[in-house]
């Protein structure tokens, strides 16, 4: 590698990595605001919260890397303008696709970074985050109890601990049960667990008392135990495990599309097909938008008033390309075998980037002034 290509590959990647940093933060934050809430709300510890997030950052990396090359190459094609250097290089006799040799290189890098993403990290990622987010779901005792609190967990329950111990007991419970109109039961108990069982959750009573009062007769009714069982099944919805969906499942396990994948996903062979094919023609969007962003900047003379023309130009031709992957996307899903669709898109933006390399490179007519005789 020249010197001159691993001058700009390094102005590059530094570019690329503090942009993607930016972009990801941005883009973190801005679904952890909701993510927080939801899971604080459900009385989810902050060592959960963190779990979680660092479980969705594959798939935002993922959408963050492209957007964040084709920003690195603009604005070190910018840089690079404003300062003259590239028209010094173009003066020594390089060509435009010379120039642009190491924003391939860079492209490429990319790509093995989204490859890598879209193949491994992305899928084993979604599948933790499944599993860990069942388990929150099965945790019955976060999702509803908090110690100090009247709370109502279902229409007709009113739920009161003392204290919840580190052990997972519960000290002094009260539970009063309304849902029958012509019966009002209230359980009272020095201690409490939680039992997951086949059948649902139960709760196991130690120590306590029920009374049952009937609302027709005004008959009240005592019964005194030393342990009792109280089903929770018709008061909690508990989960059911979920299928694995497609987003789960690694790519060789998309491109073989057994049959018992397809019935467990209950999706079809060729959605199967396209989503494998996806995750291969998505690592070229970055190639092509790194392109797009440098080349298109080399299409404007120097000047002292900027190129922010040519960079509204890369920024339409990227909308451009962006709509060609939706709609090819929709097609593809559409219609059967039409798996080829989804690298229209990446072709299309390395086709645009190479054809404004090879017009920035074609002679300019200068128009002279006609002088007066």
């Not at 933060?25 to 959960?48: C, E, H, M, P, T």
């Not at 849902?179 to 059948?199: M, P």
């Amino acid at each position: 590698m020249s010197r001159f290509d691993r001058y700009l590959l390094t102005q590059l990647l530094a570019l690329f990595g503090f942009f993607s940093l930016v972009l990801v933060a941005v883009y973190w934050v801005n679904r952890a605001v909701g993510l927080f809430d939801d899971l604080i709300g459900d009385g989810q510890s902050a060592l959960v919260f963190l779990q979680i997030s660092l479980l969705t950052l594959p798939n935002v990396i993922r959408l963050v890397l492209p957007l964040s090359a084709f920003v690195a190459a603009v604005y070190a094609a910018n840089r690079l303008m404003s300062d003259s250097e590239l028209v010094v290089m173009q003066a020594t006799g390089f060509s435009a696709f010379r120039v642009a040799r190491p924003v391939l290189y860079f492209g490429m890098i990319v790509s093995l970074m989204l490859l890598v993403l879209m193949h491994y990290l992305v899928p084993a990622s979604r599948s933790a985050l499944s599993q860990r987010s069942a388990e929150i779901a099965q945790n019955t005792t976060s999702r509803f109890l908090k110690d100090g609190q009247f709370l109502h967990p279902s229409d007709g329950i009113t739920v009161y601990i003392r204290q919840i111990a580190s052990n997972g007991e519960l000290l002094d419970l009260f539970l009063a049960d309304d849902r029958d109109g012509n019966q009002r039961a209230t359980y009272t108990a020095r201690k409490a667990l939680f039992s997951h069982t086949d059948t649902g959750p139960k709760l196991l009573m130690f120590n306590g008392m029920v009374q049952m009062l009937d609302t027709t007769t005004g008959q009240l009714t005592v019964t005194r135990f030393r342990d009792f069982t109280y089903d929770l099944s018709g008061l909690i919805a508990m989960p059911k495990p979920a299928n694995r969906s497609m987003e789960e499942l690694f790519t060789p396990d998309l491109l073989s599309a057994s049959d018992a994948l397809l019935a467990e996903t209950g999706r079809s062979r060729d959605e199967f097909l396209f989503e494998a094919h996806s995750r291969m023609a998505q690592p070229l969007m970055a190639v092509g938008a790194a392109l797009i962003g440098f080349s298109s900047l080399l299409l404007g003379a120097f000047s002292r008033f900027g190129l922010w023309r040519q960079i509204l130009v890369s920024i339409l031709l990227l909308l451009v390309v962006q709509a060609v992957a939706t709609m090819t996307s929709s097609s593809a899903q559409v219609g059967s075998g039409n798996w080829g669709m989804v690298y229209a898109a990446p072709v299309l933006a390395i086709a645009i980037g190479a054809a404004e390399l090879w017009v920035s490179q074609r002679p300019r007519r200068v128009k002279r002034a006609e002088v007066p005789v």
